[in-house]
Nanobody, 126 residues
Framework: QPQLMETGGGSVQPGGSLRLSCTGS????????MGWFRQAPGMERVEIAS???????IYSESAKGRFTISRDNTKEILYLQLNSLKPTDSGMYYC????????????????????WGAGVLVTVSS
C-alpha cells in the first residue's frame, strides 16, 4: 500500500516561493493520477493541481500562472512549485494519489482519492 509524505512547507512573505515535494513509497504505474490539495483553517479542502500517467495537467483557477506541478518519474517524487505566494495561499497542503482508472480530472475530486499524505503547512504572511 503506497504511503505519501510531503516536505518543503514553511513560512514565507507575500511574493515568496516554496517548493513542496511528495515522496511515495511503493511503485506508481498503470493508470494513476496524483495531485495537491490545500485546506485553510476552518475551510474545506480544495484541489490545487493534478496530473496523470499521460502527462495531462490541470490547475485550479487560483493556481494558474503561479504554481507548477511536476513529477520526477525516475525518483517517483511529485513536486508543487509555489511562486508569487499570497496570504490566501496559506494552509495545509496535501499530496494525493489514485492508482486505478485515474485521470487528471479524477484527481481533482477529493472523494476519488485513494491515498493521502499527512500534509505540510504553508504560511504566507508579512
Amino acid at each position: 500500500q503506497p504511503q505519501l509524505m510531503e516536505t518543503g512547507g514553511g513560512s514565507v512573505q507575500p511574493g515568496g516561493s516554496l517548493r513542496l515535494s511528495c515522496t511515495g513509497s511503493g511503485t506508481f504505474y498503470g493508470t494513476y493520477c496524483m495531485g495537491w490539495f490545500r485546506q485553510a483553517p476552518g475551510m474545506e479542502r480544495v484541489e490545487i493541481a493534478s496530473l496523470d500517467h499521460t502527462g495531462r495537467i490541470i490547475y485550479s483557477e487560483s493556481a494558474k500562472g503561479r504554481f507548477t506541478i511536476s513529477r520526477d518519474n525516475t525518483k517517483e517524487i511529485l513536486y508543487l512549485q509555489l511562486n508569487s505566494l499570497k496570504p490566501t495561499d496559506s494552509g495545509m497542503y496535501y499530496c494525493a494519489a489514485r492508482l486505478t482508472g485515474a485521470t487528471a480530472e479524477v484527481c481533482q475530486r477529493e472523494y476519488a482519492i485513494d491515498y493521502w499524505g499527512a500534509g505540510v503547512l504553508v504560511t504566507v504572511s508579512s
